[in-house]
Structures are given as C-alpha cells and as structure tokens.
C-alpha cells in the first residue's frame, strides 16, 4: 500500500495551487490583456493571490467559482464584494453555496450588460 506523508501531500496541494495560478494569469491576460498590461506581472500575480484570498475567504473553493470571482474583480473593481450597488448580497450570502448563488446571478448578469 501506497503511504503519502502529511509533507509529501503538503507539497503536492503546493504545486496544485501554483499550477492553478499560473492558469489563472495566462486566462487573465487572454481575456483582459490591457488592464493586465498595465498591471505588469506583479501587480497581475498580486491581484490574482487576492482574488484567490478573498474568494477563499467566501468559502469558495472551486476552480470555476474563483475563476468568476476573478473576472467580477476585473469588470467591477477588485472590491466588487464591498462597494459595488450588489455588494450587499454578499455580505448576507454567509453560506458557501448562497454565495455561489449570489456570484452567478451578478456575473450573468454583468455579462448582459
């Protein structure tokens, strides 16, 4: 039987975690390729490290949803959460999946606009 230590599977979420931010930067400079030119790497890497941070924070754990929570901080400001007119639906979600909820509708409907 296959034993993997606590330091081995620390590693392995490690290179997860890195390997998601690297996709993350690349989708953002596909898709925002101005406002990340502008960023520079840093400023793109940091703001996607807080996006993941804040979402985390949510309880949001999965690659799409801190994917959408990324692109609402590009479209609506990287405090969307806190000061944009919707703001208030987030601070009552409380729960994961109402959060979820709560960042679907705000993201289907940024996108009609």
């Given at each position: 039987?296959?034993?993997?230590?606590?330091?081995?599977?620390?590693?392995?979420?490690?290179?997860?975690l890195?390997?998601?931010?690297?996709?993350?930067?690349?989708?953002?400079?596909?898709?925002?390729p101005?406002?990340?030119?502008e960023?520079?790497?840093p400023?793109?890497?940091?703001?996607?490290?807080a996006?993941?941070?804040?979402?985390?924070?949510?309880?949001?754990?999965?690659?799409?949803?801190?994917?959408?929570?990324?692109?609402?901080?590009?479209?609506?400001?990287?405090?969307?959460?806190?000061?944009a007119?919707?703001?208030?639906?987030?601070?009552?979600?409380?729960?994961?999946?109402?959060?979820?909820?709560?960042?679907?509708?705000?993201?289907?409907?940024?996108?009609?606009?």
């Open positions: 039987m296959l034993k993997i230590s606590q330091q081995q599977a620390a590693a392995l979420r490690s290179s997860a890195d390997d998601f931010v690297v996709r993350l930067i690349a989708y953002c400079e596909r898709v925002f101005e406002r990340c030119a960023l520079g790497e400023g793109l890497r940091g703001l996607v490290m996006g993941l941070a804040k979402a985390n924070g949510y309880g949001l754990t999965s690659e799409r949803d801190i994917c959408k929570y990324i692109n609402l901080m590009f479209l609506a400001g990287v405090d969307f959460d806190t000061e007119p919707w703001a208030p639906v987030f601070r009552k979600a409380g729960k994961p999946d109402v959060f979820e909820r709560a960042l679907d509708e705000t993201y289907a409907e940024w996108l009609e606009k």
